[in-house]
């Protein structure tokens, strides 16, 4: 199904979904359309983007009838224009009703995701910077928010807490210092993880290269700083841009790639992006 989670996982959260939408019945289906009536629709683009989130739509609806026949017209990380038919479904009409708004929500989210992470990812072509997300995501989808990301062509940061050592502000007061956390995380932590360190001054900087960052996140810094970071660092570790990047145009983005930096992380990729307009018309 998808590349970032199971089936197994997949069905648990729209297992979840569907229950909390559905609760004891949908009502008004079974108030107003007769149980044997069948239907057929087509899923509309309202407006241009990227597209993902299609095998989701499809596994809501077999979930709740195996029967209904779900064919997708388009891939996940395909451009979509305004008024395209990117999918068609047919089968039981109070089976497909109950199923339509969960189905449309994922859809409609992992498709803003993807939407905006390409435009981001259009604004640092060719300069060799890669847009990342962070985990600010919408808690108990972080595996839709990142797979999202991923269709939109940008990389994932770490996962959780568990698959990634990163070192922040908090981190290094509580710890005494960058050197002794970092010196700490090297003792504690799996010798297969990176560790990263966030620094929000040269000082600090230099600071974490020689205690052995493998990655140095550059914080809230200011581009002129930031360049000299780059040079600075001079290969020694991968430098990461981090800090209301989302904010950004599209040229301001463009300007912190090209200071040299190998990574940016965008939070607003996932904790307040805008949902795709896209529809589900019946015949």
Request: glycine share 10%.
């Amino acid at each position: 199904m998808l590349e970032t989670i199971s089936a197994f996982e997949a069905d648990r959260l729209l297992q979840s979904a569907l229950a909390e939408d559905i609760g004891m019945g949908d009502i008004t289906s079974i108030s107003t359309v007769a149980p044997d009536r069948q239907i057929s629709g087509r899923y509309i683009a309202k407006e241009a983007g990227v597209l993902c989130g299609l095998a989701l739509v499809a596994r809501a609806f077999a979930l709740l009838d195996p029967a209904i026949a779900f064919a997708p017209l388009a891939e996940d990380g395909d451009p979509i224009a305004k008024g395209d038919v990117i999918a068609t479904v047919s089968g039981n009409a109070r089976a497909i009703l109950m199923g339509e708004r969960v189905g449309l929500n994922l859809l409609q989210h992992m498709s803003g995701v993807a939407t905006q992470t390409a435009r981001a990812v259009a604004a640092v072509a060719g300069t060799g910077a890669k847009i990342v997300d962070t985990r600010k995501t919408t808690p108990g989808l972080r595996a839709l928010d990142k797979y999202a990301v991923r269709a939109g062509g940008g990389g994932n940061h770490r996962f959780g807490l568990f698959d990634g050592v990163l070192i922040k502000d908090n981190h290094i007061v509580a710890a005494g210092g960058i050197a002794a956390a970092v010196a700490a995380a090297r003792k504690r932590a799996p010798h297969s993880l990176k560790v990263e360190v966030e620094v929000e001054t040269l000082e600090q900087l230099r600071e974490a290269l020689n205690a052995g960052a493998d990655i140095v996140m550059l914080d809230n810094m200011p581009l002129d700083m930031m360049r000299e970071a780059v040079r600075c660092v001079h290969g020694r570790a991968l430098v990461e841009a981090s800090g209301n990047m989302g904010d950004k145009t599209d040229a301001e983005l463009r300007a912190v790639a090209e200071t040299g930096v190998d990574l940016i992380s965008i939070g607003a990729l996932t904790h307040s992006v805008r949902a795709l307009d896209i529809s589900l018309k019946f015949s």
